[in-house]
């Protein structure tokens, strides 16, 4: 008997954000694995086993699901939003490089909506123009070259999606990000702060890159730094299409 | 009585990667514009106008849902992936912009699984460290800066997703997109080309970039340049979390 692996999206919080194919995986599967807060949101039933686990598990709980996949298991991994943007994917792709005997197993990813989607949507459109993401988590990456992607990314001129902008553990680095953008000529540009999004305590908030302060994120905020061209129609905050 | 507007994003192609958010909405509307091949996946009923247009008639097709919004239609306007990633967001607001007479209207934008997000789950995930998005259209801005973009993003180490890599109208510049990041040093980065993702015809082929050659892309490719740590594992490819 043959098991397999589906690396699942959840979407940013709201169950219709849940594509379809997700909501067919999850209802298929015997075993779910992820963060303890994105397992919650799987409803449990008969025959499912729900193993949730900490933050910063996430090769060793990719090993765990490919070894359940190996026994004939059907196993979900679980992420908010894509998998593939800072999710369990490449926590997969990486504990399968360390065990090659499970590299024939039946494997998907199946894409969600990531958070800077959601959050863009509810500001308007302010990845209207070209974009980048960054992560500002530097437990995986040195601080400097955070700094130097924003520093490039400002004189791209692109719009900025900044992941993970802060958490208890990293209480400085984002007071530093906005620090780094300022100095690079982006204090006119527009940023949003999108908290929660599509939550019941979702907030959107839209300021100067001067007048942003680091305690208007936390860990559940994703920041978006307009470009040079974003600006304001109504209660809306847009990048136009057209770049000189 | 009041009408309203919804921007919408239909996904990449496939049924199931449409969130239920945007199927309500679909099933909730009187009228549905866009692009031709967009609201052609939309199913016709009794009650519902279907009002295809033009590609690069954006804008003047946003005035046009406005208008209908405005006189009390429940209006959906559709693209393909998530509206707010080079689709009809951005356009609905510079419309807006010209007709402040409409800011008051109910609008809303619904996201989507974009193309880059389908493609990079397809093929493993490249995505899975920090990267951008670059459309590689020269209608709407000048080609040296999308040059420039991708020089700063090969220099950011950025992993980069090229939408509208070639059309019928502009077939050089995709060579030229390719001979610029050879230029920055990323010939040995590896490259996946995704085409009609999640639709009956998909391919997706990876190649190093120093073998890559224009005509592997067309209008409906995907295409996403790995990082410097970008490397494969089994039949995938991803970016490993971790960087130095």
């Known amino acids: 008997m043959t098991g397999s692996l589906t690396v699942a999206g959840l979407g940013p919080g709201d169950e219709a954000l849940v594509t379809p194919e997700v909501s067919a995986a999850l209802a298929a599967a015997t075993d779910i694995l992820g963060y303890g807060p994105y397992v919650a949101r799987v409803a449990p039933r008969e025959g499912l086993t729900l193993h949730p686990s900490d933050n910063r598990m996430e090769v060793q709980r990719a090993s765990e699901a490919l070894r359940l996949a190996s026994e004939g298991r059907e196993v979900v991994v679980v992420s908010s939003g894509d998998p593939g943007v800072f999710g369990m994917a490449a926590a997969v792709f990486e504990a399968l490089e360390r065990a090659p005997q499970w590299q024939t197993l039946p494997i998907r990813v199946l894409p969600g909506v990531t958070a800077m989607l959601a959050a863009a949507a509810r500001a308007g459109a302010p990845l209207g123009h070209d974009f980048c993401a960054v992560n500002l988590s530097d437990n995986l990456k040195p601080w400097p070259l955070i700094e130097k ?48 999004v599509s939550a019941p305590e979702e907030r959107i908030e839209t300021v100067r890159l001067n007048d942003a302060t680091p305690d208007m994120a936390d860990m559940r905020t994703l920041v978006i730094v307009g470009n040079s061209q974003s600006r304001r129609v109504g209660r809306w905050v847009y990048a136009p299409r057209q770049a000189r």
């Not at 990314?153 to 007071?175: K, Q, T, V």
């Open 149 to 196: 992607r924003l520093r490039l990314a400002a004189e791209a001129d692109f719009a900025i999606a900044m992941y993970n902008p802060r958490s208890a553990s990293r209480p400085e680095g984002f007071g530093r990000a906005l620090a780094a953008l300022k100095e690079a000529g982006c204090g006119e540009r527009l940023v949003t702060f999108a908290r929660a």
